[in-house]
Structures are given as structure tokens and as C-alpha cells.
């Protein structure tokens, strides 16, 4: 890739204003797709890469500039689609920075779940199928935007691929690795299923060797559906909820050992971080097992923050070499990073929390490369909680990082 061109001066202004507009962008109705700006183009597939989604906007005014989105987590259950929900906040931004001429593109990536390692590849490949609409010397710069996985993908191509990637912005990802955020899912299922062992009633279990059983396919079936009779208990994120609201001493023993985030003044905050962290297991367990090539979750010797009795009692759990190697190499980050990145993350993320921020700045500034990493702290609960200006005024501060040049030595 070529070496950034000067970006608009005036940009700034112009993105504030575009993000007035997003505050009321059309949102799509369930079953139809969003209604895409003028000039973009969805495929079913590329030739070099089949079965994903394809969106590529390419304005005629074309400025040079290339911006790739990489969605975040998708359920393995579910079909490939574009990331609608992601992206509905933004299309008047989008159609405003389309009318600047930067060009825009984003897939489905060619697999739903664990994606990382493939989602990689397809955004390097549409990035070079892009790349091939044009006279090579016209695509100057390319600028990544990810969030949640998606932040994690973006974050690698940038550190594995920087003569290719111009910069990028990564929001509420997963950044200090995919090892560390494994063991925050895994630590909460197995001190959750501890504390409230009548919610999932030994069906699934992250020791059990057999992942394909049918244990987690019932769970899945009946987690907001009712079971049949005879036995017709409640869904498993109602059970969740009522174990969650019945019993507050074990649940705020719950959420301090596993150190997740909560509201203080909203008591459903307890609840939504109990069904995202536990419904990630419960249907991603399986994928994410099939994908590594075994359990990369290992607990043998952790010492929970509680008493000796909970510590011999919780369900313990031992990791596949294969599968531990796997979730290093997609992705826990090295720290080489030598071009521009902007992270934004919520203080009180339940579901990723913001501690990845602070662990990977530590990795980037012991190798020298502090000038290229900028962390923006966004107030609130949640994950990826921001508001549109928040996130267009991070895409300022990168364009600004890019133009500058900013580069570790």
C-alpha cells in the first residue's frame, strides 16, 4: 500500500456535523436490508474467497482512501449476513464521507463464531479485490475499523500486516488477546455454575471430552424457548434471570471474583451480563472447541478469590496444547505495532472489560511503541456503548495520526 496523501483539513467539522445527522438514521425492519447509499454494491462472494457477504461502496470522486469494517461476534447458529445492526447508526456518516471520497467495504467474513484466523484472510482479500476495481496506484491509504472481534481481527492484520494497513480504529475488542478473554468467559461459567447449579443442571459442562453431545444443542434449543413436556421448566435465560434477582449475596459474589462490570443503578445490569457472558458460552463452547482443534480454557491452578471450599469445589478444567497454540497465534498481540491505533472501550464493559486496554498498552510501550497506540476511555456501562460522534470523532483522531505519519521507530 502507498504512503498516506494529505487528508481534508476541514474534516473534523464536517464529521461532527455528519454526526448530528446519525442520531436519526433509518434503521432496517427485520428482514430487510439497510437502504445502502448510492454507489454501493452488494456480492454474494469474491472469486478468491466464496460463501460471505460482500459490501463495497466506491464513490466516483474517489479520494484514495479505502475504510474496511470488521463486525464483531456472530453466533456460529446463525446465517452469513452483512452487519446490519452494527452499521445502522451510521449510514448518514456514511453517505457523507462517501461524498468526500473515501471509499467503504465490509464482509460477513466467511464464518460465523470464532472468526479471527478467516476473518483475516477475507478482509485481506477484499481489501486486494478492491484494489483490483482500481489502477493500483489509486487505493494511497486503507484504514480498518473493528469492533468487539471485530477490534481483534483489525488489531492483527495492523501488527502482522503493516506495509498493507495505513492504521485503525478498534472498539471494545478483546485487544490483550484472545487467551485472556477465553479465561474471562470461562472463569464465569464454571464460578456461575458453582453458585447456581440449578440453572444449567450439569447439561453442559467446559470438561465435559465430549463437545458434540447433546447437552449444549438442548440448552441452545430451549434458551428463550420452553421445553416440552414433561418437564416444561423456564427458558435458560429466564432461569438465569431468576437465579441472578433471587439470590443478590451470590451474585455480587458472582460478579467480584470474576471482576465483571456492573451498574450500580440499573439492577438488569447484573442480569444482561449474566446471559451475554453465559450465552456466549452455551453457544460458542462448541465452535470455538471444533475451530482450535480442542479446549484452549484451562483453570487447573487458578485460586479463585474465595475460600478454600469453593476453590476444591469449582469444576476445573484442562486446555488442549493444540488448542491453547491456536488462540495464541489468532490473536494475542505481540505489541509490534508500527502503525497508527485508536482504541475506544467503555470503563464498565461487562462483557470485555476495559482491563484489555491497560494490558495491551503495556505491551505496546515495553516495545518501544507508544507513539502509535492512542486510548480513548469512553464513560458508561456496557459494551460498545458510544454514541455516534463518539466513535466518528475517534475516526478524526486516526485520520489525523495517519497524516501525521506517526510511526515507531
Known amino acids: 500500500m502507498k504512503k498516506n496523501k494529505k487528508l481534508f483539513s476541514a474534516v473534523f467539522r464536517m464529521i461532527i456535523i455528519a454526526a448530528v445527522f ?107 479485490y478492491f484494489e483490483g476495481l482500481n489502477a493500483p496506484e489509486e487505493t494511497e491509504t486503507i484504514l480498518l475499523i473493528g469492533a468487539s472481534e471485530g477490534a481483534s481481527v483489525i488489531q492483527m492484520l495492523i501488527e502482522k500486516y503493516p506495509e498493507e494497513f495505513d492504521g485503525g480504529l478498534a472498539m471494545c475488542g478483546p485487544v490483550a488477546g484472545m487467551p485472556f478473554q477465553i479465561n474471562k ?53 429466564e432461569r438465569i434471570a431468576e437465579a441472578i434477582e433471587s439470590r443478590p449475596l451470590r451474585t455480587l459474589r458472582l460478579f467480584g471474583i470474576t471482576d465483571t462490570a456492573f451498574n450500580w443503578f440499573d439492577r438488569n445490569s447484573f442480569v444482561d451480563a449474566a446471559q451475554l457472558h453465559l450465552g456466549r458460552t452455551v453457544f460458542g463452547t462448541q465452535d470455538m472447541v471444533e475451530t482450535a482443534s480442542g479446549m484452549p480454557f484451562d483453570n487447573r491452578y ?75 476511555p469512553i464513560p458508561g456501562f456496557g459494551h460498545c456503548n458510544f454514541k455516534p460522534w463518539q466513535v466518528l470523532g475517534a475516526f478524526f483522531l486516526l485520520l489525523d495520526k495517519v497524516d501525521d505519519g506517526v510511526e515507531a521507530d
Not at 462517501?98 to 479471527?116: D, W
Not at 489468532?330 to 508500527?338: A, C, I, N
Open 185 to 237: 468467559i470461562g472463569d464465569f461459567f464454571v464460578i456461575f455454575d458453582y453458585l447456581f447449579p440449578e440453572v444449567f443442571d450439569d447439561r453442559i459442562s467446559l470438561s465435559d471430552p465430549d463437545f458434540s453431545g447433546d447437552g449444549y444443542e438442548y440448552v441452545q434449543t430451549y434458551w428463550e424457548e420452553i421445553p416440552p413436556p414433561p418437564e416444561q421448566p423456564d427458558p435458560y435465560k
Open 22 to 128: 446519525a442520531l436519526s438514521s433509518p434503521a432496517a425492519a427485520d428482514g430487510q436490508t439497510l437502504p445502502w447509499p448510492q454507489g454501493c454494491l452488494e456480492l454474494d462472494n469474491l472469486p478468491t474467497r466464496p460463501d460471505q457477504k460482500i459490501l463495497i461502496c466506491a464513490p466516483p470522486n474517489f479520494n484514495g482512501t479505502l475504510i474496511m469494517y470488521a463486525h464483531g461476534y456472530v453466533p456460529p447458529q446463525e446465517e452469513l449476513a452483512l452487519p446490519m445492526d452494527e452499521l445502522e447508526g451510521f449510514i448518514d456518516p456514511l453517505i457523507f464521507l462517501l461524498s468526500q471520497g473515501f471509499a467503504f467495504a465490509t464482509t460477513s467474513y466467511s464464518k460465523n463464531g470464532y472468526a479471527v484466523e478467516p476473518a483475516g484472510e477475507d478482509l485481506r482479500d477484499l481489501a486486494g
Open 302 to 376: 487458578r485460586w479463585y478469590d474465595a475460600s478454600w471450599r469453593w476453590n476444591r469445589h469449582v469444576e476445573r478444567v484442562t486446555a488442549d496444547g493444540e488448542a491453547l497454540e491456536y488462540v495464541t497465534n489468532f490473536y494475542e498481540p505481540t505489541g509490534d505495532l508500527h502503525k497508527p491505533l485508536v482504541t475506544m472501550h467503555n470503563w464498565n464493559d461487562p462483557n470485555v472489560p476495559f482491563e484489555h486496554e491497560e494490558l495491551y498498552a503495556q505491551m505496546v510501550y515495553a516495545k518501544g511503541n507508544g507513539a502509535n497506540l492512542t486510548v480513548l
